[in-house]
């Protein structure tokens, strides 16, 4: 019966000369340790865990990072009432009072809170496919290029959504069942694309440095 055993474990142990085995990653160099890798890179894709390098780099991967961790707790929270909402008006005939009310206004705003550290992380979807092959600097061009645009977007959606509040205020706009100031609400968003376009525009600039050869 040992024999047996022993057979066997053999058997499961012993791996095949002619089988190839799995790639192992080499080791990073002495001058590859620590290295933080440029967002919107081929490497910073695909290590997305290293941040951004560069102090104004790290100011704004923090700032965004908090948005993003409101706007997380705003959506759990919006979840808990949505849910409490539900159960009430179910088994008790109960609902929070104007929870689609709470729900739209409180969305909004969470949701605009995550473009930024999106921006920062390289998180936006991209369509590669036909840039892969074109060399590194151009590629880093068209990079900074679209950074650049988003963060115009950024700009004008904040621009316009800061005199949509103001209009809201001056007419005096309130919801319906709560009687909330809309214009709350809105003016919330504002802040949320004012960082959505800094660090396009932070993104932008360094992309554009990696094509001046000023930064690798």
């Known amino acids: 019966m040992h024999a047996n055993l022993a057979s066997f474990d053999a058997t499961v142990v012993a791996v095949p000369r002619d089988v190839e085995a799995l790639p192992v990653r080499a080791a990073a160099s002495a001058g590859e340790e620590g290295l933080q890798l440029e967002p919107g890179s ?15 780099g790290m100011r704004l991967y923090a700032v ?3 948005f993003a961790l ?5 959506f759990i929270a919006l979840i808990a009432m949505s849910l409490v909402s539900i159960v009430g008006r179910k088994l008790f005939s109960l609902p929070v009072p104007g929870d689609f009310e709470i729900l739209q206004m409180g969305a909004a705003a969470a949701a605009a809170t995550f473009f930024a550290y999106c921006q920062m992380t390289d998180g936006h979807v ?3 496919f036909f840039t892969n092959w074109l060399p590194a600097r151009l590629r880093a061009f068209l990079d900074g290029l679209a950074a ?3 963060s115009a977007v950024a ?3 904040s621009w316009r959504t800061a005199v949509g509040a103001m209009a809201s ?9 709560l009687g909330w100031p809309g214009w709350i609400a809105i003016a919330l968003i504002v802040p949320s694309f004012v960082l959505f376009a800094a660090t396009g525009l932070y993104i932008a600039a360094r992309r554009f440095r990696s094509v001046m050869g000023e930064a690798k």
């Open 70 to 74: 409101a706007g997380g707790a705003l």
């Open 42 to 56: 081929i490497e910073h894709v695909a290590h997305p865990e290293e941040l951004p390098h560069g102090p104004w």
């Open 148 to 150: 650049l645009l988003m």
């Open 64 to 66: 965004s990072r908090a």
């Open 169 to 177: 205020f001056e007419s005096g706009e309130a919801s319906l069942m």
């Open 126 to 128: 991209r369509v590669d």
């Open 155 to 157: 700009l004008l959606i």
